[in-house]
């Protein structure tokens, strides 16, 4: 039952929408996504059957000593002193094994706390990406930042190349507002292929810049059609100049459209570690609380149930207030609190698919921030102020930096890492 409802929960996670994702890999790349989360799924099933087949030891072991008790409270009392002193030995082991049972449990709960936050601190982390949008504002056309501007390159590009002074009176002032409107105001138009230039431009984009360009090229190439002094050499000219922008503009939509599809892709792998998690700590609260104590909390989510029942200050308070009323009763108190074999394995599981999740996100925002500081590299040739250029370098660098040591120190894999070793083998 129990891999039915993961492989249910697995099945329902993949289900989650792709259509923001480009169309041309989407399919390759939910496939090896696919693979991926059930690969997870049959290593947390197998890890389960393992650790379950030593529970089942354990338990034979300790029904054999339960036997043996037994055994001896039925002896004559002419074996009284041997029955004391195994019966002694007997309550020795049920304080070691309850004890054992309570340092589980409170390191335990300790360790989901941290897991809790850290996964709290990664989900922010993907969802929340202010050093993201210090560079998605560099596809605005009018940004300046790094000492060019779209608009004002386009409108000398068209002055230079198509209105060259033979249409300024006639229609020099209405091509210019038209394009500074397109400019100004993005708009998505279909792709161009002209026979002319031989140029593409794919203007199915989400990113100002990369639409404007697109956009400009449709309204220069109809009025070019219209004009027979616009000669063919002309057209590819300024087709030529304005393919340098693309160029720019299409490597930071790129950039931005790699980032997202890898950030969606960390997001549902962690609302997978986030359920498997969940999972756990809701089974794990009965091998503490009473029914009736849970009552309140099926509808909780994770941070809830990990906050109201599930940390190291609720638990421990919780057992020391067991102990009073079972007058520190071992035998008890064993049977009352359970610790199941499986759940250190499934602590060190889910520890290290948190500790994978960490490691991909700055896999992912590396390789962004490279790319990035490369496209800005290139675009020295179309500033007229390089300067700004390392200046924009600098002030990224900084961002990126202060980006890494925030989410270094909220996720914490250290800290995971320590509290993960505390609990107990077996």
């Avoid at 249910?8 to 169309?23: Q, V």
């Avoid at 004890?99 to 941290?114: G, K, Q, Y």
């Avoid at 059609?225 to 300024?238: M, P, W």
């Amino acid at each position: 039952m129990k891999r039915i409802t993961f492989l249910w929960i697995g099945l329902t996670i993949l289900a989650l929408p792709w259509a923001s994702l480009r169309a041309q890999t989407d399919s390759a790349r939910v496939r090896v996504l696919s693979d991926s989360l059930a690969n997870l799924y049959e290593r947390y099933f197998r890890l389960e059957q393992m650790a379950e087949g030593v529970e089942s030891r354990v338990n034979s072991s300790l029904k054999n000593i339960e036997d043996k008790y037994r055994l001896l409270e039925n002896q004559s009392r002419g074996n009284a002193e041997q029955l004391q002193r195994i019966t002694n030995e007997d309550l020795r082991s049920d304080q070691v094994l309850y004890e054992r049972n309570r340092l589980s449990i409170m390191a335990t709960a300790s360790f989901m706390d941290a897991v809790n936050i850290s996964l709290n601190a990664l989900e922010f982390s993907v969802s929340s990406l202010d050093y993201s949008n210090s560079i998605f504002e560099l596809n605005n056309p009018t940004n300046t930042d790094l000492g060019f501007s779209l608009d004002k390159a386009v409108l000398k590009i068209v002055d230079e190349k198509i209105i060259n002074g033979k249409f300024a009176k006639k229609f020099g002032d209405k091509l210019r507002g038209v394009i500074s409107g397109i400019l100004n105001n993005p708009i998505i138009s279909p792709i161009v292929n002209n026979p002319i230039t031989k140029a593409v431009f794919s203007t199915f984009s989400t990113v100002p810049a990369v639409s404007s360009i697109s956009s400009v090229f449709n309204v220069v190439n109809s009025f070019a059609v219209s004009q027979e002094e616009i000669n063919a050499a002309a057209l590819r000219d300024f087709s030529k100049e304005l393919q340098k922008y693309v160029a720019h503009y299409e490597a930071l939509a790129k950039a931005s459209r790699d980032l997202d599809f890898n950030l969606a892709n960390l997001k549902l792998k962690s609302e997978s570690v986030r359920k498997l998690s969940a999972n756990f700590v809701r089974q794990s609260v009965t091998d503490v609380y009473t029914e009736a104590e849970l009552a309140p909390a099926k509808e909780y989510d994770m941070n809830r149930l990990v906050k109201e029942f599930y940390n190291y200050a609720r638990v421990s308070e919780y057992i020391r207030r067991a102990e009073a009323q079972n007058n520190n009763n071992f035998s008890a108190l064993y049977k009352r609190f359970v610790f199941p074999v499986v759940n250190r394995s499934k602590a060190a599981f889910i520890n290290e698919e948190v500790e994978k999740l960490y490691n991909e996100y700055l896999t992912t925002l590396s390789s962004y921030h490279k790319n990035i500081l490369a496209i800005l590299e290139n675009a020295t040739t179309l500033s007229d102020a390089p300067e700004k250029i390392t200046l924009k370098i600098a002030d990224l660098n900084r961002r990126y930096q202060t980006l890494i040591d925030a989410y270094q120190k909220n996720v914490d894999v250290e800290n995971l890492k320590d509290l993960e070793e505390n609990i107990p083998r077996f």
